[in-house]
């Protein structure tokens, strides 16, 4: 479970800000889409290797 404790004299804008972070960071929003539906194996193997492709693309174009 994800909290914030907030400091003395800090603002709830602020305290808020460092909680979404901390939301953003930890992939709960992420888990929580992965999860929501049902993918064949065959196609989670598919997007990884898509995936991966790209990001060795992008590598390739930062090197040059």
Known sequence: MIGVTIQSNESIDRALRRFKKKYERS??????KKRAFYTKPSVERRMSRLKAARRQHRAQMEQE
């Open 27 to 32: 992939g709960v929003l992420r888990e929580f």
